[in-house]
């Protein structure tokens, strides 16, 4: 017997549905909004790092003997880096959470593709 004759009379529709899934399928979404997760992840990190730098330079300790130079104003670059930090970071956030809620849809729709390809009898 041949898959077709095994198949469910509904045989057209799920095979309709097996393709329109496989096609949606066919790329990873989720995938890219991984990586721009990722770069905006190590790009708020390394801003993280000069705003530490930043930061140490203005208020942390010295050597014994060394005296600070007293600077007037406000902290304008550290002030700038804080924020570019915080907002890379919060949208590196943001975009795991929607990269991990779509893996979550994808893989859920990869079962439903599984469990038709099963039932049309083209898993072996």
Known sequence: ???AETAP???AALRAEHDAL???LA???SIDVLRRALYLLFFGLVTVGLTVKLAWDRWGALKPGVVRKALPGRPLFFLVALAVALVLLS????ALVRARAMMRQEDALFARF???RERLGLER
């Open 91 to 94: 949208l590196a956030v943001r």
């Open 9 to 11: 009379p509904d045989a």
């Open 22 to 24: 496989g096609a949606r």
């Open 27 to 29: 790329a990873r979404r």
């Open 1 to 3: 017997m041949t898959p």
């Open 114 to 116: 599984r469990a038709i």
